[in-house]
């Protein structure tokens, strides 16, 4: 039985009680068990948060940039020292497997280190100017207070993703993790107290979008909102930011199409699309929603995936054994079982999997069994919606053509997959395939030095990389006559 820990608000370096009594209860999909209470912010508490952020930019902002950049150091030092102990605490909140956990972990480092890499490589620039004695000079400034609203599937990096560049920039931030998963935030608060970070420069407030995010976007104090979640939620973010005309970046949900030429590896291509589609128990927005393969290598390529999924081993994700954990709550589970069930009442024929898992560990927790389904048409619902799951869907195509027609049938544009020996293929689909983010003949994963964006209703912006931390700065023109 783990201990249950009681978790305060995180404001200005220091555990803070918030003002209501109400705590949410933090439970471990895999098991039901519960993991900790943490307190649920009023908007009281928001504002609270916001101001102390408010007071702490002044210093942190005219800081050096290298100086900045240390604190982050500092910080990657101390993730690395509890690495294993960050990846639990991931695992038994969020329910993935420990293996997935750790690459997590590692990846959360890599984004903090390349804002902290290149803080000092945000570069304005000096013009000529309109008259004789004149300069213009094109600074790059921060904006001031951050606020970042986290989802649930990556709870440490989606974190890291803002914290990293935010800080590096010279803004100041406050952040609210997902209510389901706010325990790696709140341990990477505590890490960043032994780092030294000057108080107020990184705060934590815990609760619900409609009160607690609400306030963050609202609140005239915040500069800038960097979410990452639910398309839906999105589009209320950015309603609600439009009333301060305030800058948002949003990473929001996504339909990856997995192309599967007749040239392809087709070995290599059903091992990345298993990947791609069930890591995390497919919680990825950039999973392998929807998987197009060429006629001509249809059938080996299902053979490959039905002996692939089928060795998919389900269960606690804590055991070493285990490639797929819980989805992350009974109503996530049910979500999916209802889309594969329309489907099914669509044409779909169920291959593997389809249904809740049952008896022993599975009726503690949120389980769901691979599935793959077969016969699903490109205008059926399962291959429209963002299905969030452990569900793939194979589609046949005749040939490139109709793979890319289908594949841009989409309100998503987030990432894609393709593969194929033909360079030919490669050229056409980098410019007709819209989709911010395209891996080529490899699995899912993007990197710290990338840039992780999508178009329509894949969000707005983006993040990582030298694009992603331009963001969070602004522009000030300085006409300088001497």
């Known amino acids: ?13 220091e555990w803070v009680p918030a003002t209501a009594e109400e705590r949410d209860t ?11 209470t943490v307190a649920v912010a009023s908007k009281d508490d928001v504002d609270r948060a916001l101001n102390v952020a408010q007071e702490a930019f002044g210093t942190w902002s005219r800081l050096i940039a290298t100086d900045r950049a240390d604190y982050l150091y500092k910080l990657i030092d101390l993730i690395r020292r509890d690495e294993d102990r960050l990846a639990r605490i991931i695992t038994t909140e969020n329910g993935k497997p420990l293996k997935e956990a750790k690459v997590e972990v590692n990846f959360a480092i890599q984004l903090i280190r390349f804002a902290a890499e290149n803080a000092r490589r945000l570069e304005g620039n000096i013009i000529p100017g309109s008259r004789p004695g004149e300069k213009i000079l094109i600074e790059k400034i921060p904006h001031g207070v951050v606020a970042g609203i ?3 599937n990556f709870p440490l990096a989606l974190t890291a993703r803002k914290l990293g560049p935010a800080l590096a920039a010279g803004n100041t931030f406050v952040i609210k993790p997902h209510e389901l998963t706010p ?28 009160t607690v995010g609400n306030q963050l976007v609202t609140s005239p104090i915040t500069k800038l909102i960097t979410m990452t979640g639910s398309t839906p939620a999105g589009r209320k973010i950015m309603a609600a930011a439009s009333e301060g005309l305030k800058e948002v970046r949003l990473e929001l949900g996504g339909k990856a199409p997995f192309i599967v030429m007749d040239d392809a590896d087709i070995e290599a291509a059903a091992t990345a699309a ?3 589609r069930f890591m995390n128990c497919g919680q990825v927005c950039t999973a392998n929603e929807r998987t197009y393969v060429h006629e001509a290598v249809y059938d080996r390529f299902l053979d ?10 389900v269960g606690n994700p804590l055991d070493p054994e285990t490639t797929m954990g819980p989805k992350i709550s009974k109503a996530e589970m049910e979500k999916v079982d209802g889309m594969v069930k329309r489907a099914v009442a669509q044409g779909a024929k169920v291959e593997l999997g389809g249904r809740e898992l049952t008896g022993g560990i599975y009726d503690t927790g949120n389980f769901y069994a691979p599935t793959l389904l077969t016969n699903v048409t490109n205008e059926m619902d399962i291959s429209q919606d963002e299905v969030f799951g452990p569900v793939l869907s194979l589609i046949k195509v005749q040939d490139f053509d109709e793979a890319l027609m289908m594949a841009n049938k989409s309100r998503y544009g987030l990432s894609a997959y393709m593969f194929t020996q033909d360079l030919k293929k490669v050229m056409r689909m980098s410019n007709e395939l819209n989709f911010g983010e395209i891996y080529v003949n490899r699995e899912g994963g993007e990197a710290a030095q990338g840039f992780h964006h999508g178009y329509g209703d894949s969000g707005i912006g983006g993040e990582d990389g030298q694009y992603g931390l331009e963001a969070y700065v602004d522009t000030k023109t300085i006409y300088l006559n001497y």
């Open 183 to 210: 325990l790696a935030t709140l341990a990477l608060a505590e890490l960043s107290v032994e780092a030294g970070f000057p108080k107020g420069v990184f705060n934590v407030v815990t609760g619900g979008g409609a």
């Open 26 to 36: 933090i439970r471990n999909p895999a098991t039901g068990e519960t993991l900790a």
């Open 274 to 276: 298993v990947s791609a």
């Open 1 to 13: 039985m783990t201990d249950v820990r009681n978790y305060d608000l995180f404001v200005g370096g």
């Open 304 to 313: 490959l995936l039905r002996r692939k999924i089928a060795d998919i081993k």
């Open 150 to 152: 986290s989802a649930w």
